[in-house]
């Protein structure tokens, strides 16, 4: 199938191309940085997701995996990981050759524990997967987002590269990991191509922060 991924270059997203690419799938990769990956199935564009007039045409795209983010920036963090990804979803996802879409939310979505606009826009990102899960029900197609929370990607790095703050993560974190960004492609994988009948749900993966509860008597 025609699988276009945003945010291709590194972390998840490059992980996601890899996983497809072995699978025989033809990945566009979408990105404002240059791709590394080298394969006869993967092809690339340098674009910024934020800035419509910049997309690319790429036509009868069967799956799309909206994964471009960024966080810390303030209004960027809106700009990007909420209208950029309602940018790529209007211009590629809406079309009768769509079979499934994945948007890459985060756990703050649901607890809101992160920088604000961050936490807002991955909210924003929930509320959007199920708009779209009902348009394009009508083609038989599914969209769903997951919601990771720590995952040992660069964007990571000042905080798991201080052992301070990574021993306070650790003690939020019931099973004491974050997950590889290769997890994520598979779940990605997952809800993409095996799933054919959840719709409009979101899946937290996070060892387990997200229920862990600090009662005090």
Known sequence: M???????SSGIGKATSLKFLSLGHDVVGLDILPSTISDSGFSSYEADVSKPGSLPQISEVEILIN???????RELDIQTNLLGLIYCTEA???????KSICNVASASAHSGAE?????????GVLSYTKHIAMEIAKWGATCNSISPGGVTTSLNAPVMDDPEKWSEIMNETPLKKWAEP???????????VINKSMTAQDIIIDNGEISKSNFVW
Do not use: C, H, R
């Open 92 to 98: 590629y996802a809406l079309q009768p050759k769509i």
């Open 115 to 123: 920088f604000p606009m961050y936490a807002a826009s991955k909210g």
């Open 182 to 192: 290769e997890e994520i492609a598979d779940w990605i994988y997952f809800i993409t």
């Open 2 to 8: 025609k699988v276009l991924i945003t945010g291709s």
């Open 67 to 73: 994964n471009a983010g960024m966080q810390g920036g």
